[in-house]
């Protein structure tokens, strides 16, 4: 099993749409976790930091769940220059430094 | 101060030949990431410096692998004898201790292809 999964995609929704994606990561001790954002053949940069209690960054929502295991990213009100690979990211131990990505959803939004 | 940098953006090289790469971090980060990411995948740990001591290595990082952060600041990453499993993009990323909700920044990476 591999130590962080996401859903490939890609997902093709359309400009307004609402889209979510869900990662999975199976050390029980991870502390913290992020979604980053990687645009085609560009270097990742950071989305957003996934807190305990969820947060939101404008159109941007992201729950954790520690219970199951998974975190989440939701999108509201799609826009195209969404399209983009967005990677769930989970660092086993706080301020730890060997932070394992997932593999990335990929996500085209269309006029 | 613009970010991490990373030299080169592009290196094609023969197999078999010694490659090396360079990554000049933000200068108040203490903390430096070694990433490869090859095409469909996210990026995987290779190695990480705080200052000038390499903490970790991946089980990744065979002996033809070698990174150095001589004196905390620019780091290195050499491949000698490159084989064709070595194409990939070679990502540098930093960071502050103490600020690590702040996430990494990264390079914009070096893209190697071994022909």
């Known amino acids: 099993r591999k130590e962080v999964e996401q859903d490939p995609g890609p997902f093709n929704v359309p400009e307004g749409a609402t889209v979510a994606f869900n990662c999975t990561y199976s050390?029980?001790?991870?502390?913290?976790f992020f979604w980053y954002r990687q645009d085609c053949r560009k270097e990742p940069k950071l989305l957003m930091s996934?807190?305990?209690s969820g947060n939101e960054d404008g159109r941007f929502t992201a729950q954790l769940n520690r219970a199951s295991q998974y975190i989440s990213l939701l999108i509201r009100d799609s826009k195209l220059s969404d399209s983009a690979t967005y990677l769930c990211?989970?660092?086993?131990?706080?301020?730890?430094?060997?932070?394992?990505f997932g593999a990335g959803t990929r996500l085209f939004v269309k006029a | 101060d613009t970010g991490v940098s990373q030299n080169p953006r592009h290196k094609i090289t023969k197999r078999g030949q010694n490659v090396t790469f360079r990554c000049d971090p933000i200068?108040?980060?203490?903390?430096l990431y070694w990433y490869r990411q090859t095409l469909g995948q996210g990026p995987e740990f290779l190695t990480y410096?705080?200052?000038?001591?390499?903490?970790?290595k991946s089980r990744l990082l065979s002996d033809r692998f070698s990174a150095e952060r001589p004196k905390g600041s620019f780091s290195t990453l050499e491949i000698q004898r490159t084989e064709q499993g070595d194409s990939a993009m070679y990502l540098c990323?930093?960071?502050?201790?103490?600020?690590?909700?702040?996430?990494?920044?990264f390079g914009s990476g070096t893209r190697l292809t071994v022909v």
């Open positions: 990323a930093s960071s502050l201790s103490g600020r690590e909700a702040y996430g990494y920044t």
């Open positions: 050390n029980s001790a991870s502390q913290s």
């Open positions: 996934v807190y305990s």
């Open positions: 990211v989970v660092n086993p131990l706080m301020g730890g430094f060997k932070t394992i």
């Open positions: 200068s108040e980060h203490n903390r």
């Open positions: 410096f705080q200052n000038e001591a390499q903490l970790e």
